[in-house]
């Protein structure tokens, strides 16, 4: 079994907290959804990434893996899967220099409702407390755009379309894919946390609201 540094090996059983939680809470069924943090105290762009085909359940700290800025894994785990879905993150890393960690959850609200305003490519959520819980807001008094983007298969294009949008709007800290379900991000393993936990939160505020004005 190889080798992990201690901080890098703390960072993923931080994770793995978080995985087994998500898991509970219905946001992580079977072997859906991928997370990856910069790998502690390593110079290179290297980053730490869930393997592919875990169930989530079962998911401990030896089912990450490590990739480079291109996505690929490296020597070390060179015989292993990372998501299919690994573009988008070295993407982020790339984008927001400061991000730390990306969470992917695949809740029941995400999928719905990226699926149902996939074609408005997103929807508004304002006026909820809830809203302070994301970077830079200090007041509910407040609007903010939920982005959707559509579920390609191909990585690369959707990586790219991702990416002009968060260049036109970069204080943005998640997005959907439609029929799919959310990724977020922060400075921090705890900010990628409380970021997806306030959208989580926000999306049931939204569908719930709807729901009651129908």
């Not at 809830?130 to 690369?156: C, M, Y």
Request: glycine share 6%; hydrophobic share 35%.
């Amino acid at each position: 079994m190889k080798f992990i540094p201690a901080p890098e090996y703390k960072v993923r059983q931080q994770l793995v907290d978080i995985i087994k939680l998500f898991h509970q809470r219905e946001w992580s069924p079977a072997t859906s959804t991928n997370y990856s943090f910069r790998t502690p105290e390593v110079e290179e762009k290297i980053y730490t990434i869930s393997r592919s085909g875990v169930d989530k359940y079962y998911f401990n700290e030896h089912d990450f893996m490590h990739i480079d800025g291109a996505g690929k894994p490296t020597a070390d785990y060179a015989h292993l899967k990372p998501s299919a879905e690994t573009g988008l993150h070295t993407m982020l890393y790339s984008q927001y220099t400061d991000c730390q960690a990306i969470l992917h959850t695949h809740s029941l609200l995400s999928t719905v409702l990226s699926a149902k305003y996939e074609k408005q490519k997103g929807f508004f959520i304002e006026n909820l407390e809830v809203l302070k819980a994301l970077r830079g807001i200090t007041t509910h008094e407040t609007k903010v755009w939920i982005p959707i983007f559509p579920n390609s298969q191909d990585i690369a294009t959707l990586s790219l379309e991702v990416k002009a949008y968060l260049d036109q709007n970069p204080n943005t800290f998640g997005f959907l894919l439609g029929g799919h379900g959310l990724y977020a991000w922060g400075n921090s393993l705890a900010e990628a946390k409380r970021h997806t936990e306030a959208f989580e939160f926000l999306f049931a505020c939204f569908d719930k609201a709807n729901s009651l004005s129908a």
